[in-house]
């Protein structure tokens, strides 16, 4: 962080927490009795309560979207090319609020937070979380707020899944939806490349079946290869050979198993600085959120019928390298959409990025995204906020 | 607004459901919903056009005529506009064989090849017309079928489609009554208004 922070910056931050003592009642049929969220918030909220908008992060993301926590932080949050004054997601007009969701691991209640039941750490009996329980969880968050409904709902991969619920679930209180780089559903390449992650975790003999921490160990390598695996998926080949190319670490090769190629070098990098920093129950229950996620299947495979409750307007941007969420899954959702006879506007971004190209600096993308937000804006009548 | 698409503006009727393919910055299905309550779609492949259309509220998507309808369901729509597009897509006949499966209404303007001063530009110059309405060097022209306000007519009455309307006009679209006599010499633009035969 240089010593003066960036004027389109949000600025420093503090993560705030809500604590629910009303029982949610989740899909896989158990309850939390209680629990607690991490957010941040952005900008101001108005006196109409109505510039409020929810972002939803992906698997491994977490409530600290934008700005900085201190002067000492190298790095803003995870979407701060697209959050802050004059950006897309302008915080002169919108009051943003970022969630971490339940069974996290950045500080909202998950698999390491205490088990009132049994005073200790949940561990593996965390309940199994879906995208539907999530939602309704922030739909609660956004009651403590004060708003009765969303200016917009946004979020990419994962987080547009939740932007899709949200449609589905509380048409009434989102009145826009952006849902970027996402799919309706998980196809069985997405399933089986999540089954490896969490095979690889699984199978770490530091896992203990999910008490690592009770055994004072933590599943590193599990994790790593899941990031690994992971990692390639969200890299497009380009970007990859455009990276790092046959590029070896030293001038020649050595004929072993040492990192030779650079791109060994930075998976496993990426690999090592993961497993310090994520928990592995936590991953394990993100992934199959993602994977039981169709809401096609509750109305015969038919997702116009499933999106029927929508209201909102709806913005789907796909990026053309994106393999793990690729165009044609956004084409689906946008053909449902105009089956449904909903107000829907499309683009697919030219990027070398493959699947981060959504979290990435790009002039189309923040074009159409700032233009669908700027839109939003006028029609909610929103003023700069002082 | 460009004069042809006032013309269309005239022509396409309350409420309906349109599809406009091609549907540039949606100037017309900004106005059609503003004035008739016209609810639709655009489609489109130029970035621009594109940021326009959702900046103005206008539902656009992302894709490429030449690709086909195939994701669109037969008669999802009143009406399918096409304006100044015909001309560069790889197969029109086809499009417009898709244009009736999932509109039962058409309308389609496009360059008028046979205006007399393209004839004039190629019979006396001798060289590829270039024109308000055909503004591109023959080799990086995007027009590559080009057409007449007749050929259109008798591709239509090739397929068996009813021509409820045709029109020519100048650029600005402006009736004149040389137009009107000899259309396929004088219109600079034509525009056609097309159903399917009876199925």
């Not at chain 1, 998950?110 to 088990?115: K, Q, R």
């Not at chain 1, 040492?258 to 129950?281: C, I, K, M, P, W």
């Not at chain 1, 229950?285 to 029927?308: C, N, R, S, V, W």
């Not at chain 2, 309906?16 to 549907?23: I, N, Q, S, Y």
């Amino acid at each position: 962080m240089p010593d003066t922070l960036p004027p389109d910056s949000v600025g420093l931050v503090t993560p705030q927490t809500a604590h629910f003592d009303t029982p949610l009642a989740l899909a896989g049929g158990k309850t939390l009795s209680d629990y607690t969220l991490v957010y941040e918030t952005y900008g101001t909220l108005n006196a109409e309560r109505n510039n409020a908008v929810l972002i939803c992060h992906a698997l491994s993301g977490h409530h600290h979207a934008a700005g900085f926590h201190s002067m000492e932080d190298r790095k803003p949050g995870w979407w701060d090319a697209y959050i802050g004054p004059g950006k897309a997601i302008d915080t002169e007009r919108f009051f943003v609020v970022s969630i971490n969701n339940l069974g996290g691991c950045h500080g909202s209640t998950g698999p390491a937070s205490i088990n009132p039941e049994t005073q200790r750490a949940w561990g593996p009996e965390f309940p199994v979380l879906t995208v539907a329980d999530w939602v309704h969880s922030q739909a609660r968050l956004a009651d403590r707020l004060g708003i009765e409904r969303f200016a917009a709902v946004v979020g990419g991969s994962l987080g547009g899944m939740q932007v899709l619920q949200w449609t589905m679930a509380y048409p009434e209180r989102i009145a826009n939806a952006v849902v970027i780089a996402a799919t309706p559903r998980l196809s069985a390449q997405n399933i089986a490349f999540n089954e490896v992650a969490r095979q690889a975790i699984r199978s770490d003999p530091d896992f203990h079946d999910g008490w690592y921490e009770e055994h004072g160990t933590v599943p590193k390598r599990g994790l790593k290869l899941a990031r690994m695996i992971g990692h390639i998926t969200y890299l497009s080949e380009h970007s990859m050979g455009a990276k790092f190319g046959r590029d070896l670490r030293t001038d020649q090769l050595n004929f072993g198993y040492d990192v030779e190629f650079q791109v060994e070098s930075y998976l496993r990098h990426q690999g090592d600085t993961f497993s310090t920093s994520f928990d592995a129950n936590t991953y394990l229950l993100m992934t199959k959120a993602l994977d039981y996620f169709d809401p096609a299947a509750l109305h015969g495979g038919d997702l116009a019928t499933a999106l029927a409750p929508a209201q909102c307007p709806f913005l789907v941007v796909s990026f053309t390298t994106d393999w793990r969420f690729a165009p044609p899954r956004s084409r689906e959702l946008v053909d449902a959409l105009m089956r449904a006879d909903k107000t829907v506007s499309y683009a697919s971004i030219d990027s070398p990025h493959g699947h981060d190209a959504f979290l990435l600096p790009h002039p189309r993308y923040e074009a159409v995204f700032g233009g669908f937000m700027r839109r939003a804006a006028r029609d909610l009548q929103l003023e700069e906020t002082p | 607004m460009r004069a042809d698409l006032k013309l269309i503006h005239d022509w396409v009727p309350q409420g309906a459901r349109v599809l406009d393919l091609g549907c540039g910055d949606g100037a017309l299905l900004a106005a059609l919903a503003h004035d008739k309550q016209v609810v639709g779609y655009g489609l489109e492949i130029d970035p621009d056009g594109i940021t326009a259309c959702i900046e103005r509220g206008v539902s656009v998507i992302e894709h490429d005529i030449d690709d086909g309808l195939s994701n669109v369901e037969d008669d999802a729509y009143d009406l399918v506009i096409m304006t100044q597009a015909l001309q560069a897509l790889q197969r029109p006949d086809r499009t417009l064989d898709e244009m009736l499966r999932v509109g039962r209404e058409c309308i389609i303007a496009f360059p008028n090849f046979a205006y007399w001063r393209h004839r004039l530009y190629l019979g006396f110059q001798g060289r590829m017309p270039v024109s308000k309405s055909l503004p591109h060097a023959w080799y990086d022209t995007p027009n590559i079928h080009l057409s007449t306000f007749r050929d259109f007519g008798q591709l239509c009455r090739d397929k068996g489609l009813t021509i409820v309307d045709q029109r020519v006009g100048n650029g600005d679209h402006e009736p004149h009554w040389s137009s009107r006599l000899w259309p396929n010499l004088c219109g600079e633009t034509a525009i056609f208004r097309v159903t399917r035969a009876s199925r």
